[in-house]
């Protein structure tokens, strides 16, 4: 990676997730202290609970996030990139981070550990791998990493079969996005059944027609995240468990479902933090409208996004995991009364993947030349690209610009490949371009192509 | 002197962050949709106010670099592409208030504002913008009223021209031109607004419209009527217009769209040789009854009907419809969607005439299109990397735009002409109205533009 267009802050986050096993690479201990005493060591039945990479340090990255907002202007992403191997080389990494932002960390782990009380609840046993869980490294995968993403879920696929593991339960609908869709396209073989929590926890109450008592009267809201929504297509579920539990008034916000709006993150909060806040405001004013005091969601990047986005508009909602909203009114007992045939929808948004016949350089150019070629510059993908529309339409990032640069990148016109990644760095991977465009093309996947394109052609000198 | 000089002073004047110049900023603003022709400018400015837009033709003007307004850059015609390197991309969509008038009766709306947003607009206050292109989700005002685009509404309620009253224009140079009165009546002449209407950026630079409302109907009744035969169906479009029926939308489709449609959407819409799709609004009692005389006349020409209020049957009676332009883009990477415009009775003879013509080349082309206002899209579907395919394909359109002016119509109903259609419409103009009227057209240009910056290569200019 070193001497490519990527820049310093993709290299840290990829770089920890392979060799430490997380995106900041805060190590093992700070990953699984959550589960301490919480959950068997290995598989149940061949099923274990996977956190993933993101969700068990996720307060860590608010932290400095939170942090940069402060050094706007003094200090950018990259810069304070920099400064993590040196601090970890100083030894002072693990244990500054901790002391700075180890209290935010700790609402994250309350998600997970809220989780893991409602499968018990539920009779779902799960095992915890603990620092022997492998990284899915779908960060590899979304920043177009992806000859290095290859090699790593090959290595993650043998892991798992090692250490006996046939079925993953996760909160993280990101990295259940890679084990789903990327995983089978990368790994031959691959044979790792990935169900999301509210999946899993839906079925089962539907099964025993369970329903729960909140004890309180609330107003809330519920924020689809695009992985779990557009991407897998989840959004029933969802519904369910909320109809099932007394006391909750819920409210839809006005665009949801596999139409939700994008709440900044995708990989941007990392790449283009300011961005990411802007892109956030127009999510947080809908969230808001709809006059709920309370917003739950399932992805720990949306949360995050959401926590400090009503924070930075002085609004006082309080945003937590579904799985928490679950376990509190688990707590006041499980009814269980009207058992029904649990059935759910699976929707499907986009077209098939394109494929390219490898990940060489004349491959993906052929594949991105034929397909952004199909392109017809309609801009209808553009209308609600949230990054086009956070900056005033601004052509060069907007979903329909990233098919023409693309296209301009690999038909030699004179545009920069690192200068290319960065327009391509901007988009969040929501997918309402691919959602909305007439010709069947998928966007966002094309831009993460694009993104290996401009890495692997982008060698230090040629940019 | 010259390009970067003008580029610098812009900055200077207007900001820096509202002049792009690296070049991946700049390609992205390269195509439209036709796709057909590429060239990224020097520089793009995003203007943010008439102020933006002034100081860009002033200094352009003085500077002799070429300016080429652009909105959404969704126009089919290469219209919003510039024609050489250094040539400045005015892109307007920064620009886009709306503001409802209610009590007057209009919508002003600055250039970057979608024709959507007006609509939307329109739409809380029980009003609706009536032209309504199939782009209207992402098409500006400004690239609209500069290609007088018209729509699916256009059967009852025209195209642009008919709804604006009042516009501001820059001029090369910088000079505001205020045309019209945000009143339903004004009368000194000439009109200049028409001169700006259509001109594809030739002229000046629209910043704002005032622009007429209509109340919404107060129900719309759909009707569908499938027919064996073309002219069965050409005889439905007409007799419902003689007998004074002004539908809000009447399209027409063939055989090979539904046929597409069908294929590639997996739609199991009934195949038939041509598929006609009414739109009747009216007061809520009387709808039905018109829509049910609608209903007759198509049975009347041998066709088979269905009628519907409810939205969701509604939808499903459009569905051919609707999906044409997507069933065509997916199955084929090439395809040229023409535009022309023929008499309502001569309507048939170029349907015969354009079936003859995909006969001759063997080469896909659904016609679809606005039939209450003759306008239809013949829509060649090629491959592109095969030469003689592009060939016919290019020999087809050619042929379908002369067909139009030998039946007494026109190249384009709406798209205009940009740098696809200039070469027909000479032809055009030399054969139906002289040189004396390109002469006339040629001094006004030189009036309102005299170094010929504005969005040279367009048209005739
Ligand atoms: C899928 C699809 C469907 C379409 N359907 C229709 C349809 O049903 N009916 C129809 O009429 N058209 C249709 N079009 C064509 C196109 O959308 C229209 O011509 C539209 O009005 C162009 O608007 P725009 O903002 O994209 O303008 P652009 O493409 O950006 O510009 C078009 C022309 O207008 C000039 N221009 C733009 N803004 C200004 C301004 N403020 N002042 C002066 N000149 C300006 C430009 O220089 C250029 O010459 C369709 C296009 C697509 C891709
Ligand atoms: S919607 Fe599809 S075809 Fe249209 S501009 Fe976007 S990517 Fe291209
Ligand atoms: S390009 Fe597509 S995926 Fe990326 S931000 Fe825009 S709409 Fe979302």
Known sequence: MKGTAVPEIVRFAAENTT?????????????????????????????????????PVMGYAEGAFRALKRLEGLMDINSLAKAGPIMRKLGIYTVGTKALWGRINERYEKGLRDAIYVLKNLGIEVGYLFEDEPPSGVAL??????????EHAEWVHQRLRELGVKRVITLDPIVATAFRLYYPEFVEGWDVEALLFVEVVAREMARRGVRLRLGREVKITYHDPCYLARTLGVVDEVRFILSRIDGVKYVEPPRHGVNTGCSGDGGLELTQPPLARKVSYERIEELKSTGAEMVFTSCPACIMMLRTGFDSVGVNISVEDLASLVAEAMRNGI??????????????????????????????????????????????????CPTAKALDRLESRSARGRMTLINSLVKGDPVRPKAVLDRLYSCVLCGQCSQACPVGLHVQELIVYGRAYAIYSGKAGVT | MGFSQAISEISKKIGREKVLTEPEDVYAYSLDASTEFKQAPGAVVRASSEEDVRVVLEVADRERVPVVPRGSGTSLTGAPVPTSPESIVLDLTPMNRVEVNVDDGYVMAEAGATVLEVDKACREFGFFFPPDPASSRVATIG??????????????FGVMKNWVLAMEVYLAGGRKLRIGEPVYKWRWGPDL???????????????????????LPEKVVRVMGTFDRLEDAGSAISQVRRRGYVPMM????????????????????????????????????????????????????????????????????????????????RAYPGVLLEDITVPLSKLMIALRELEKLRKEYGLRMPVFGHAGDGNLHPTICFDPRDEEQLRKAKEMFVKIGRLAVELGGAISGEHGIGLAKKE??????????????????????????PNGIMNPGKLWF
């Open chain 1, 19 to 55: 060799s430490v096993g997380d995106v900041l690479g805060l190590g093992a201990d700070q990953r699984t202290r959550w589960a301490r005493g919480l959950l068997p060591r290995g598989p149940v039945d061949g099923t274990v609970f996977y956190a993933g990479e993101m969700y």
């Open chain 1, 141 to 150: 995968h979304t920043y177009g990493l992806l000859r290095e993403f290859k």
């Open chain 1, 335 to 384: 009814e269980e009364a009207m058992p029904e045939e649990p059935r759910f929808s699976r929707y499907r948004v986009f077209p098939p993947s394109p494929k390219p016949k490898s990940l060489e350089l004349k491959d993906l150019a052929e594949m991105l030349e034929w397909e952004t070629d199909k392109c017809k510059k309609c801009g209808f993908c553009n209308v609600e």
């Open chain 2, 143 to 156: 690239g609209a009223l500069a290609e007088n685009a018209g729509g699916l509404r256009g059967a009852k």
């Open chain 2, 193 to 215: 607004l028409s001169l700006f209407i259509g001109s594809e950026g030739t002229l000046g630079v629209i910043t704002r419209a005032w622009l007429k409302i209509y109340p």
């Open chain 2, 250 to 329: 009447l399209e027409l489709l063939d055989r090979e769209t539904i046929e597409i449609v069908n294929e590639v959407l997996g739609y199991g819409v009934e195949v038939a040789e041509a598929m006609v799709v009414a739109d009747v609004d009216g007061p809520r009692e009387a709808v039905w009854r018109m829509a049910g005389e609608v209903e007759q006349v198509m049975k009347e020409s041998g066709g088979r009907t269905r009628a519907s209020d409810d939205p969701e049957e509604m939808q499903q009676l459009y569905l051919a419809r609707q999906g044409a332009y997507a069933a065509v883009t």
């Open chain 2, 424 to 449: 027909l419409f000479l032809e055009e103009i030399k054969a139906v109205r002289g040189e004396g009227y390109l002469e006339v057209v040629r001094r006004i240009k030189e009036l309102l533009d």
